[in-house]
C-alpha cells in the first residue's frame, strides 16, 4: 500500500514533502519520489494522504498498483 | 532644427522629469548614472533597454538605496513618450503553423509592455511570445478591457481564456480562484517573487530548454516520452 508520483505531471513544487507524516517523499534526480517501501498512504495519521490534499496539480499523486 | 535634435531634447527633458522624481537627484545625476548604464550616446533604444536592476547598480549602486517603486516611476517617465504618452511598443512577428518546433508559447502579465509586473486580474495586457532554446519572438499583445458587467469570476475566465493558446503565464500575482481556472485550461500558472523584466524571464526559460525541460514542460512542448531521456534508453539499449 503505497502512493507514488506521476513524473510527467510533478512541477517539483516540494509542497509534499514537509506535510508527509512518514518522511516518505524526497527529491529525486528529476522529480520528486515517494518511497513505497515506508508510504502508508497516511493511515493511522489523517483521514486523507496530505500529500494529494496538498498536491496542486490533478492525478498527480496516485496508489501504487499492488 | 534637424528631426535628430528634436528627438534628443525630448529624451533630454524626459531625463529631467525622471530626475525630479528621485529624491536629491538633478538631472546630471541620473545622466551620470544613465551613461554608466548603457553608455554614450544615449538614445531612445538604449533607454528602453534600461530596467530596474540596471539603473540600481550602475556607477557603483549610486541609486542602490533609492525605494524600488521611485526608481520604477523614474524609468516609466524615462520611457515614456512626453508629448505622445506612448511607450514604443515592441514589434509583434507572426508564427506560422509548424515553425518554431520545440518550443513553447508563454504569456506574460503585463502593464508597460516590459516588465512582468501585472496582476493576473488587472493587467491592461497580456505579451504573447513564442520561446524555443535559441529564438524568440513575440506573436501577440492581447488587450485585456473586458466587457463591462462581469462579476470577478465571469472576469477571470475571460482572462484565462484570451490566453488558452499559451502553455505557461507569468505573472506578478495571482488569487487563488483564478489560478485554478488557470490551471483548469491547462495553462501552467508562474507567480515571481518580484517583477522582473520579460527578457530575463525568456532567457532564464531558454537556459532551461536548451538543457533538460522538466517533464512537466516537455509535456507541453509536446515532446514524446520516449524522447525525453533517449540518453538513458540509449545507453540502455
Not at chain 2, 132 to 159: C, F, H, Q, V
Not at chain 2, 190 to 206: A, F
Request: glycine share 6%; aromatic share 4%.
Amino acid at each position: 500500500m503505497a502512493l507514488y508520483i506521476v513524473e510527467a505531471d510533478c512541477i517539483s513544487c516540494g509542497d509534499c514533502e514537509p506535510v508527509c507524516p512518514t518522511n516518505s517523499i524526497t527529491e529525486g534526480s528529476i522529480v520528486f519520489k515517494i518511497d513505497k517501501k515506508s508510504c502508508t498512504e497516511c493511515e493511522g495519521d489523517f483521514d486523507i494522504p496530505q500529500c494529494i490534499k496538498v498536491c496542486p496539480i490533478d492525478n498527480c499523486i496516485l496508489p501504487l498498483e499492488a | 532644427m534637424s528631426s535628430q535634435d528634436i528627438m534628443l531634447r525630448e529624451l533630454a527633458l524626459r531625463i529631467g522629469l525622471a530626475a525630479h522624481a528621485l529624491p536629491d537627484t538633478d538631472a546630471r545625476r541620473l545622466f551620470t548614472v544613465l551613461t554608466d548604464c548603457v553608455s554614450l550616446p544615449i538614445t531612445e533604444a538604449k533607454i528602453s533597454s534600461i530596467n530596474l536592476k540596471m539603473l540600481k547598480t550602475a556607477q557603483q549602486g549610486e541609486f542602490s538605496t533609492i525605494d524600488d517603486a521611485l526608481l520604477r516611476k523614474a524609468l516609466h517617465i524615462l520611457k515614456t513618450n512626453v508629448e505622445t504618452g506612448e511607450i514604443p511598443k515592441p514589434e509583434i512577428l507572426r508564427l506560422a503553423e509548424g515553425e518554431m518546433p520545440g518550443s513553447v508559447r508563454i504569456a506574460c502579465a503585463s502593464n508597460d509592455a516590459i516588465n512582468v509586473d501585472g496582476h493576473f486580474g488587472s493587467c491592461t495586457q497580456f505579451m504573447i511570445y513564442q520561446v524555443s532554446a535559441d529564438e524568440t519572438r513575440l506573436i501577440d499583445i492581447r488587450p485585456t478591457n473586458s466587457l463591462d458587467g462581469l462579476d470577478m469570476e465571469d472576469k477571470n475566465r475571460y482572462r484565462a481564456e484570451l490566453i488558452q493558446d499559451c502553455q505557461v503565464i507569468y505573472m506578478a500575482s495571482v488569487g487563488g480562484p483564478a489560478a485554478a481556472k488557470i490551471v483548469k485550461l491547462g495553462i501552467h500558472p508562474m507567480k515571481l517573487p518580484d517583477v522582473e523584466p520579460i527578457t530575463d524571464i525568456i532567457d532564464q526559460l531558454q537556459t532551461v530548454i536548451a538543457g533538460t525541460p522538466p517533464p512537466w514542460l516537455a509535456k507541453v512542448m509536446g515532446i514524446e516520452a520516449t524522447n525525453r531521456f533517449r540518453f538513458e534508453r540509449e545507453a540502455t539499449g
